[in-house]
């Protein structure tokens, strides 16, 4: 089967810094990215990692084991604005089109 | 830029009517993609298409059928419509599989 697990909701503070955590079980592995999603919104690209390692984009930075299956989402000087959900989605082989499993998200609340 | 762009934005139907969803991309994008989002469930692939001409399932799509008769365009097609099809439906596209996909603002659909 294939499944992903994160955590349904994170709490913090503004100025903080928060990971949210995605560990995967798929037949097939491409790689493992992240999407936000606002409240009443479009998902919109954060981020992606086909190797193992640490990729940063400004105050976001996504890492990836392969070996563990695992991944997170690191978002640093929180604001208020990145109250949002948070979903990662590992990309299938090229036999399955490389379609994306997503997880069910993660809602994040950023407190004054 | 528009990107990619949904049509109708809101709609309600009753129980049995048809419909069509309408998704427009203007990236020259080759795969296109419709989801659900129900409260809960994360993203659903429902049908996709890799190029013009071609559509194949996703994982759920039954009561959908699907065309893409123009690269840039992707109907989204309800038959007879039920209420466990009330959702929110995402167009999503993008140049390869393996591309961060470019998402649709939604289609907020209830049936009655």
Same mark, same amino acid.
């Given at each position: ?16 810094? +928060? ?56 978002l640093?000087?929180l604001q208020?604005k990145d109250s ?26 950023v407190?004054? | 830029?528009?990107? +990619? ?18 998704? *427009? ?66 167009? *999503? ?20």
């Amino acid at each position: 089967g294939q499944s992903l697990e994160q955590p349904s909701e994170v709490t913090a503070v503004e100025g903080a810094i +928060v990971q949210i955590n995605c560990t995967y079980q798929t037949s097939g592995f491409y790689g493992l990215s992240w999407y936000q999603q606002h409240d009443g919104g479009a998902p919109t690209f954060l981020s992606y990692n086909a190797l193992d390692g640490l990729e940063e984009t400004g105050r976001f930075s996504s890492f990836l084991s392969r070996s563990d299956s695992y991944g997170y989402l690191l978002l640093q000087e929180l604001q208020m604005k990145d109250s949002a959900s948070y979903f990662c989605a590992v990309i299938g082989p090229a036999g399955n089109n490389r379609k994306l499993i997503w997880g069910l998200g993660t809602s994040l609340a950023v407190n004054p | 830029n528009a990107g +990619v762009t949904q049509t109708p934005k809101f709609r309600v139907l009753k129980t049995g009517q048809s419909m069509t969803l309408l998704c *427009a991309q203007d990236m020259n994008h080759e795969y296109m993609y419709w989801y659900r989002q129900d409260p809960g469930m994360g993203l659903r692939l429902i049908h996709y298409s890799v190029g013009e001409g071609t559509t194949a399932k996703g994982e759920v799509p039954d009561g959908y059928n699907v065309s893409r008769l123009k690269k840039q365009n992707f109907l989204l097609g309800l038959e007879s419509a039920a209420p466990s099809q009330t959702s929110v439906y995402f167009c *999503a596209s993008c140049a390869r599989g393996d591309q961060p996909q470019h998402f649709g603002d939604g289609t907020r659909l209830s049936i009655l």
